[in-house]
T-cell receptor, first 114, second 114 residues
Framework: AQSVTQPDIHITVSEGASLELRCNYS??????LFWYVQSPGQGLQLLLK??????LVQGIKGFEAEFKRSQSSFNLRKPSVHWSDAAEYFC????????????FGAGTQVVVTP | NAGVTQTPKFQVLKTGQSMTLQCAQD?????MSWYRQDPGMGLRLIHYSVGAGITDQGEVPNGYNVSRSTTEDFPLRLLSAAPSQTSVYFC?????????????FGAGSRLTVL
């Protein structure tokens, strides 16, 4: 069975500093990988996805993520955070035959301080 | 386009009451699904549908029913609400092709069962 672990429940970062959110997955083959962001009281918005090919994936809002097969990881990064990046971030995994059925991590809450 | 529309946004029920959460999408997506979000647990799949007339159970289906009579609509029914069903519910939809795992989410429905 597939699973996703986000080791950090809560991260506090200063505005302008870099941000890295960790995600580890368990899956028998190469899965589809996603990062979603949820602003307070809102639905989830897709930041980026990895299906195949280049292991460094660029997303919206200046985010990027790197797929590392050897470490079963898909960490999300941003070089310089903005106050508007304060949100909850979810990593998700899906099998190549799991149409529309994603397994989500527990989420990481990001707080941005002035 | 409206995308994925969920109603109501907020609902308070008493134990044993029934209700239906509505979900409609106007993107002609084949796949639709319902997730519930609970603190520290991320999103968990309740039910999903791969097309009109076809539904199946997800990870946490107990206490919920669904049907898919049209491509556009995918209502979630609680027949006898329990406090354990207090949660935020998200409906999502996606295409059937290789992007099928890229979900578009609704804004969510917050349900409280007393």
């Amino acid at each position: 069975a597939q699973s996703v672990t986000q080791p950090d429940i809560h991260i506090t970062v200063s505005e302008g500093a870099s941000l890295e959110l960790r995600c580890n997955y368990s899956y028998g083959a190469t899965p589809y990988l996603f990062w979603y962001v949820q602003s307070p009281g809102q639905g989830l918005q897709l930041l980026l996805k990895y299906f195949s090919g280049d292991t460094l994936v660029q997303g919206i809002k200046g985010f990027e993520a790197e797929f590392k097969r050897s470490q079963s990881s898909f960490n999300l990064r941003k070089p310089s955070v903005h106050w508007s990046d304060a949100a909850e971030y979810f990593c998700a995994v899906a099998g190549t035959d799991s149409w529309g059925k994603l397994q989500f991590g527990a989420g990481t809450q990001v707080v941005v301080t002035p | 386009n409206a995308g994925v529309t969920q109603t109501p946004k907020f609902q308070v029920l008493k134990t044993g009451q029934s209700m239906t959460l509505q979900c409609a999408q106007d993107m002609n997506h084949e796949y639709m699904s319902w997730y519930r979000q609970d603190p520290g647990m991320g999103l968990r799949l309740i039910h999903y549908s791969v097309g009109a007339g076809i539904t199946d159970q997800g990870e946490v289906p107990n206490g919920y029913n669904v049907s898919r009579s049209t491509t556009e609509d995918f209502p979630l029914r609680l027949l006898s609400a329990a406090p354990s069903q207090t949660s935020v519910y998200f409906c999502a939809s996606s295409w059937r092709d290789s992007g099928a795992n890229v979900l578009t989410f609704g804004a969510g429905s917050r349900l409280t069962v007393l």
